[in-house]
């Protein structure tokens, strides 16, 4: 087996540990770490928690070999060791220490704080560097984290399911609240996950004022995130749950009094869009779900404003109600699809956005089929 081989064998095996740290790692990057010496897989670490050790530094706590074999041992890690000091030290620091003579990267980090001095100081330690610097599968995995620092925005991911007759809200009577489920409840596990999953929860006036929701991760294990509303002309109430019973909020418009944090625009419409994503950005956020209602998602979709669509396909007719997004092969790229029970969810990308993040893997279910 050639070096170039092996070393794209080895760190597929770090970007697998990479995927482990999916939840509750924001706003950190995923990262996977394996060393290996003469072809054996000696330890592997991976970055599960923010303030948590990184993922080369968990590789070398596992490492319970000869220490005299570490000088011919390779470390692979999917990003850039850090360079700075941040909730813990320095991964460059360690790897120089450990007496690692290879390293083999996945790809640079675009912080600034990083950027390039990690690889610049181990190699002036004299270690032998190898930035493989085509490594699409790297930065699929941390679209979200790259999004931040090269597209200056969150990614934004849009959530919505649809009957069979293409309707994604029935027709209420005045007295109904409350969400109304489309698709079979055993999704909902799936929905949630997808909460877990992002930093920040987005949804328009209508649905605080129909729905009356929460927005945390009920039905799978993970932090809730954070809510944001839409609401430029000031119609949800103060007691609404979201403003109530959640300890933080973020209101786009609204009166004072909403939220925890209410952020003044002058229009509505993509400008409202537009300033969410810029408070989010402003506060740290890597990513938001944006859970509707119908027009907050087609305000999304016509300003060009999202990344991934995963759109849930109900087998139920509902005959009449808000209509559902609609797509074609020219305004999204469809990645796949996953029967769920009788339902079907297909998971779009924004075309641009695949563009620029040049690998979108077939998609993953986060969770296991209902049975």
Not at 25 to 41: F, I
């Amino acid at each position: 087996m050639s070096t170039v081989t092996s070393d794209e064998t080895w760190m597929a095996q770090a970007l697998a540990l990479a995927r482990k740290g999916d939840i509750g790692t924001a706003p950190n990057p995923r990262v996977g770490c394996v060393l290996v010496y003469e072809g054996q897989l000696m330890s592997k670490g991976w970055h599960a928690e923010v303030g948590g050790h990184h993922a080369e530094v968990m590789a070398l706590n596992a490492f319970t070999g000869d220490p005299d074999i570490l000088h011919r041992t390779t470390a692979y890690v999917t990003l850039e060791p850090c360079s700075h000091h941040g909730r813990t030290p320095p991964c460059v620091n360690r790897l120089i220490d450990s007496g690692i003579q290879r390293v083999v990267v996945g790809m640079t980090d675009p912080d600034p704080r990083v950027a390039g001095t990690g690889l610049t100081l181990l190699r002036e330690a004299g270690m032998d560097v190898v930035l493989m610097d085509v490594w699409p599968e790297g930065r699929w995995l941390n679209r979200r984290f790259l999004s931040a620092f090269e597209r200056n925005r969150p990614w934004v991911v849009l959530k919505c399911a649809v009957s069979a007759d293409g309707y994604a809200d029935p027709i209420r009577q005045p007295e109904q609240k409350g969400s109304l489920a489309i698709t079979n409840p055993k999704l909902k596990a799936l929905t949630h996950r997808w909460r877990a999953e992002e930093e920040a929860i987005l949804v328009g006036a209508g649905t605080v004022i129909t729905d009356d929701p929460l927005l945390t991760v009920r039905e799978a294990q993970g932090p809730s995130p954070m809510p944001v509303v839409l609401d430029p002309n000031g119609r949800t109430s103060p007691l609404a749950r979201l403003y109530t019973e959640r300890p933080k909020s973020v209101v786009i418009g609204g009166p004072n009094g909403l939220g925890d944090q209410v952020v003044q625009i002058s229009s509505q419409g993509p400008n409202a869009l537009l300033t969410a994503l810029n408070t989010l950005q402003d506060m740290g956020m890597r990513s938001v779900l944006v859970e509707g209602g119908p027009e907050t998602i087609r305000q999304c979709l016509t300003a060009g404003l999202w990344d991934e669509l995963r759109l849930a396909h109900s087998p139920r007719t509902l005959g009449a109600g808000l209509p559902g997004p609609e797509l074609s092969p020219d305004f999204a790229e469809l990645r796949g699809e996953h029967s769920f029970g009788e339902d079907r969810v297909e998971y779009w990308l924004n075309p641009s956005s695949s563009t620029w993040v040049g690998s979108c893997p077939p998609p993953t279910l986060s969770i296991p089929l209902p049975s």
